[in-house]
């Protein structure tokens, strides 16, 4: 993938078209499969590889799947048969994901090969529903909009706000600072992200500290004109065990 589809976007680009954005989510699981790919057909485990791929599927491939069917399935104008086969396909997607998601947290059940097969059929999978799913939504003087042009949180988003640095000020605010916290609710025990931004970010940890009382340690690194504060996840603690007196 190159910098300038997940990497260089800002904050208020988002695909105009279905087409458009379909785009962006074909590159960024292409970019996060491929690697899959190659490392089990060379017979290792790709356990780094496969849980970027298996968090994008879930985090992104999915919400796609449920805002395509909110945003455009119940304005479209096609028949109610066409839609259900694509709702049919939707399903079979989130089968597979679900496939990729046990590779990933049960690799007993999967050699190798077998996951580099999984992989592949998924991105052929893909590719297929993606190209008629815009056949569909789309008349012959009909271009489909975009879920984000119609509200939904552009994919371009996903690189910014998954990082160990995440910039505020490349994301556009409230939608952006939502999608930060979101991240933030998502951070594994012990994962520290630092927060930069030309603005006082505290109002993100106060969200934390409703969320989860104690569950995260903040520290203010830096005050303006660039704010830096660290966030990390704190270790649930362990149960205390009575022992007999």
């Known amino acids: 993938m190159t910098d300038s589809v997940e990497h260089g976007a800002s904050g208020d680009q988002v695909a105009a078209s279905l087409a458009d954005e379909h785009a962006v989510l ?6 996060r499969a491929e690697p899959v790919v190659r490392t089990a057909e060379a017979g290792n485990w790709p356990t780094t590889e496969l849980s ?34 694509l709702r049919r396909d939707h399903l079979e997607l989130r089968l597979t994901v679900d496939r990729m998601t ?56 996903y690189a910014l706000t998954e990082g160990s640095v995440i910039d505020l000020d490349r994301l556009p605010r409230p939608d952006g600072a939502d999608a930060v916290f979101d991240r933030l609710l998502r951070l594994r025990p012990e994962e520290q992200v630092t927060i930069v931004s030309s603005t006082d970010p505290s109002p993100l940890s106060r969200r934390l500290s409703y969320a989860s009382p104690g569950g995260y340690g903040v520290t203010l690194i830096r005050k303006g004109p660039r704010w830096e504060m660290e966030i990390v996840k704190r270790r649930p603690p362990q149960p205390l065990v009575a022992h007999p007196g």
Request: aromatic share 6%; no cysteine; net charge negative.
């Open 102 to 157: 046990e590779a990933a947290t049960a690799r007993s059940a999967f050699t190798a090969t077998q996951l580099a097969a999984v992989t592949r059929d998924l991105l052929e999978q893909l590719d297929a529903h993606l190209s008629a799913e815009e056949q569909q939504l789309s008349g012959a003087d009909n271009i489909a909009a975009s879920t984000t042009s119609l509200g939904s949180q552009p994919h371009e988003w």
């Open 52 to 85: 970027e791929l298996v968090n994008y599927l879930q985090l992104e491939v999915l919400r796609q799947i449920t805002d395509e069917e909110w945003l455009l399935f119940r304005n479209a104008p096609q028949a109610s048969d066409e839609l259900a086969a």
């Open 26 to 31: 074909r590159q960024a699981v292409q970019a």
